[in-house]
C-alpha cells in the first residue's frame, strides 16, 4: 500500500491559506490515484507538536552515547517518568516519517524562514539514530519522497532584491538531506507574492502572484501524480518552482 503522510505549518485557516491549499490540492490529486487508505494528516498549527524538555535531551544524549540504538530499545534506556512521557511523545511522530513513502508539508514564510510549529515537529522528530539502520547504518529516508510547498507574500526568487532573505529554502533543504532524504527526491514548490492581493504597496504585483500559483499548482499536480515509491519510479532531478 502507498502511504502519504501530509502536514500543514500554516497558522492561517483553509479560506486564507495558500500552502494550505495547495497541499489539500496534492492531496486530493494523490488520494484519488492511490485511495485514501494510506493517507495520514497532521496539523501542526492546530495540534502543536510539544517543545523538547530537558528531559527530551537527556535520554537523547544517552541514546547517543550508545551508537545507533534500534527504536525497540530506547523505551529501556529512559530514567523516570519525565523521559517516558518525551519518549511517549517522541516515538508515534518518527514512526510516521518512517513509513511514509512521500512526506507533504505546507510551510508560509514566517520572518524569512519557518514557522514555529514546523520547527517544534523538527527538534522531536530529529532524535539521535532514529532514521538510521542499526545493523547496516544505512539511511532509512534515501527512497522517501519529501515534497515542501511554500507560500511567501513577497518574492525571494532568484535575481531579486529579497533572494538572499530566503532562509526558508536552504535550511529545509539543508535539513532534510541531512536527515538522509536524497537531493533527487526533495522537491520544492513556491507560490510567491501572495499578500499582493490585500497589501496595497504590493498591489502592482498582483499579475506576478497569479502566475506563480498558477504554475505552483501545475507543479503540485505533476508531484502529486508522479509514480509512488522511487525504486519503481527511479532517479529523477528535484523540482523547484520558483
Given at each position: 500500500?502507498?502511504?502519504?503522510?501530509?502536514?500543514?505549518?500554516?497558522?492561517?485557516?483553509?479560506?486564507?491559506?495558500?500552502?494550505?491549499?495547495?497541499?489539500?490540492?496534492?492531496?486530493?490529486?494523490?488520494?484519488?490515484?492511490?485511495?485514501?487508505?494510506?493517507?495520514?494528516?497532521?496539523?501542526?498549527?492546530?495540534?502543536?507538536?510539544?517543545?523538547?524538555?530537558?528531559?527530551?535531551?537527556?535520554?537523547?544524549?544517552?541514546?547517543?552515547?550508545?551508537?545507533?540504538?534500534?527504536?525497540?530499545?530506547?523505551?529501556?534506556?529512559?530514567?523516570?517518568?519525565?523521559?517516558?512521557r518525551e519518549w511517549a511523545l517522541t516515538l508515534p511522530?518518527?514512526?510516521?516519517?518512517?513509513?511514509?513513502?512521500?512526506?507533504?508539508?505546507?510551510?508560509?514564510?514566517?520572518?524569512?524562514?519557518?514557522?514555529?510549529?514546523?520547527?517544534?515537529?523538527?527538534?522531536?522528530?530529529?532524535?539521535?539514530?532514529?532514521?538510521?539502520?542499526?545493523?547496516?547504518?544505512?539511511?532509512?529516508?534515501?527512497?522517501?519522497?519529501?515534497?515542501?510547498?511554500?507560500?511567501?507574500?513577497?518574492?525571494?526568487?532568484?535575481?531579486?532584491?529579497?533572494?538572499?532573505?530566503?532562509?526558508?529554502?536552504?535550511?529545509?533543504?539543508?535539513?532534510?538531506?541531512?536527515?538522509?532524504?536524497?537531493?533527487?527526491?526533495?522537491?520544492?514548490?513556491?507560490?510567491?507574492?501572495?499578500?499582493?492581493?490585500?497589501?496595497?504597496?504590493?498591489?502592482?504585483?498582483?499579475?506576478?502572484?497569479?502566475?506563480?500559483?498558477?504554475?505552483?499548482?501545475?507543479?503540485?499536480?505533476?508531484?502529486?501524480?508522479?509514480?509512488?515509491?522511487?525504486?519503481?519510479?527511479?532517479?529523477?532531478?528535484?523540482?523547484?518552482?520558483?
Amino acid at each position: 500500500m502507498t502511504s502519504l503522510l501530509h502536514m500543514d505549518a500554516s497558522a492561517s485557516g483553509c479560506g486564507d491559506s495558500i500552502t494550505r491549499e495547495l497541499t489539500a490540492f496534492y492531496a486530493d490529486t494523490w488520494r484519488c490515484l492511490h485511495g485514501s487508505a494510506g493517507y495520514r494528516y497532521r496539523d501542526l498549527a492546530a495540534e502543536p507538536v510539544p517543545l523538547v524538555s530537558p528531559a527530551f535531551v537527556s535520554l537523547g544524549i544517552r541514546v547517543e552515547r550508545h551508537g545507533t540504538v534500534p527504536l525497540r530499545k530506547v523505551a529501556e534506556m529512559t530514567a523516570g517518568p519525565a523521559e517516558e512521557r518525551e519518549w511517549a511523545l517522541t516515538l508515534p511522530l518518527i514512526e510516521e516519517m518512517r513509513t511514509a513513502e512521500t512526506v507533504l508539508i505546507g510551510v508560509p514564510m514566517y520572518n524569512f524562514s519557518v514557522p514555529a510549529s514546523l520547527k517544534a515537529w523538527i527538534d522531536r522528530v530529529t532524535f539521535p539514530g532514529a532514521f538510521v539502520d542499526p545493523g547496516t547504518g544505512d539511511r532509512l529516508l534515501r527512497e522517501t519522497t519529501v515534497v515542501v510547498v511554500t507560500a511567501r507574500g513577497g518574492c525571494y526568487a532568484p535575481g531579486t532584491p529579497r533572494e538572499d532573505f530566503d532562509f526558508q529554502t536552504p535550511y529545509l533543504r539543508a535539513y532534510f538531506t541531512e536527515l538522509g532524504v536524497a537531493p533527487e527526491h526533495l522537491h520544492f514548490v513556491h507560490a510567491e507574492m501572495t499578500r499582493a492581493s490585500d497589501v496595497p504597496a504590493l498591489a502592482q504585483f498582483k499579475p506576478l502572484a497569479a502566475d506563480s500559483l498558477s504554475a505552483a499548482r501545475t507543479a503540485v499536480a505533476e508531484l502529486a501524480r508522479r509514480p509512488v515509491g522511487n525504486r519503481a519510479a527511479g532517479s529523477r532531478a528535484a523540482t523547484r518552482t520558483r
